[in-house]
């Protein structure tokens, strides 16, 4: 992301709850190569009534006012380009931006407002003190590299956890079935009882799928 100390730094102007989702959201367009400006963030009184003043906003009750609200503009080369905002990438931004619980200013009715997304939280101006239990409506599509990185050693360490126990089931009861029905099944077809062979060599091969099972499930090769 070509401006992202000054993205980051006015998303970190924004109310807590609104944040955590405006950053899950910035952290999805970044993952997909979507570069573009933050322009605004929170904005105080006077400039919101200079904006009604010249036409460019219709409400002293702007998101923006109670830091619920970031503008955004599409950055095409170093340039930011207001008439990018149906180019892909940021088609695909927006839409996550929605998922998130976002609304875009660029559907609305009255005054379509592209760069504009506002998040309403429990309500207008609400969005005050980081609530820990609250997360964005959707968790973002993709995770960060950190995240997958934890989520596999959280994995590693499970699968190590279990690991012996795997063992002991394949060698204490998955190996010695296997060995009797394959030694069943081997009589069999030397009786030509074709019906009782297929028979062991279906429940021979289950016992191999189970130790299977137990080996994927500790981390380890199929056998
Ligand atoms: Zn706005």
């Known amino acids: 992301m070509k401006y992202d100390k000054r993205n980051r730094e006015a998303l970190a102007k924004l109310a807590p ?5 405006a950053l899950a959201w910035y952290e999805y367009c ?7 400006l933050i322009t605004e963030t929170i904005r105080d009184l006077a400039t919101q009534k200079a904006n009604v003043a010249k036409g460019a906003s219709q ?5 923006h006012l109670v830091g619920q609200a970031l503008d955004f503009v599409p950055v095409t080369g170093t340039a930011t380009d ?6 892909a990438d940021i088609v695909k931004a927006i839409a996550e931006a929605k998922r998130l619980g ?16 506002e998040y ?6 609400l969005d005050k003190k980081l609530n820990p239990a609250f997360v964005p409506v959707l968790n973002p599509i993709l995770t960060t590299k950190k995240e997958e990185d934890e989520d596999m050693a959280k994995l590693e360490s499970a699968q190590a956890q279990f690991k ?9 009861y998955l190996s010695p079935a296997w060995n009797k029905h394959n030694d069943a099944y081997k009589a069999a077809l030397a009786k030509g009882d074709k ?26 090769e199929k056998q």
């Open 82 to 87: 207001y008439n990018a905002y149906a180019r």
């Open 164 to 172: 012996p126990f795997a063992q002991t089931i394949i060698d204490s």
């Open 59 to 63: 409400t002293l009750r702007s998101y």
């Open 17 to 21: 709850n609104t944040q955590r989702a």
């Open 195 to 220: 019906a009782e062979a297929d028979k062991q060599l279906n429940l021979r091969n289950w016992q191999n799928q189970l130790a299977n099972a137990a080996r994927v499930a500790a981390g380890m």
């Open 30 to 36: 970044e993952a997909i190569g979507a570069e573009l």
């Open 102 to 117: 976002f609304k875009w200013g660029g559907e609305w009715k009255t005054l379509v407002d592209k760069p504009h997304l």
């Open 120 to 125: 309403p939280y429990t309500g207008y101006g």
